[in-house]
């Protein structure tokens, strides 16, 4: 067994230890996450002994095995095992990916576009964007891009003013 440690300036020391088939993470607030090692696919190819040899980042951020240089970052540990997090950061994207949704259509609507305009796109990968559904891949947002005339920064800093004056919007209404 190995123990890992660091102290992160005026916080208690965080640390990690390989117990077994677990890992076990004492977070800087003393909470203690046990993630089976083999519920980490990084972590499965690797022999007992690359498991064992293993660095935490000088400021407690993530876990390096430098044997397969895996990085693992404690929040993405933390979601795995954590159901009160994973909750939250899935409500947290869900609602990302619906605002971020809404943008493209309301953009897309500034442009006088409908959802057959974009040429290799069906109207459902459209309408599925639009509703948050799912999450545009990169070739996706420069289709979208060049269908509205514009560079892929110009878009997507387009949707993001759209999604800045929706925020207002919304601010206003409940003030």
Known sequence: MRVQS??????????RIIAGEELLVRSCDFALYKIPLNSVKALKRLDALSRQRFKIASDGSYIHWEDSDTHLVLESLRYSVDPELKAKKDQDRLLHDTRFGAAVASVR???????????????REIRRIEKGVTRPR????EIL?????MSLRDYLSSVRLNI?????QVATTLN
């Open 145 to 149: 891009a060049e269908a509205h005339g």
């Open 138 to 141: 990169l070739s996706t947002l």
């Open 6 to 15: 660091r102290s992160l300036g005026a916080r208690p020391h965080c640390c």
């Open 164 to 168: 800045r004056q929706s925020r207002a």
């Open 109 to 123: 609507k500034l442009h006088g576009l409908k959802q057959a305009s974009f040429p290799g796109l069906s109207e």
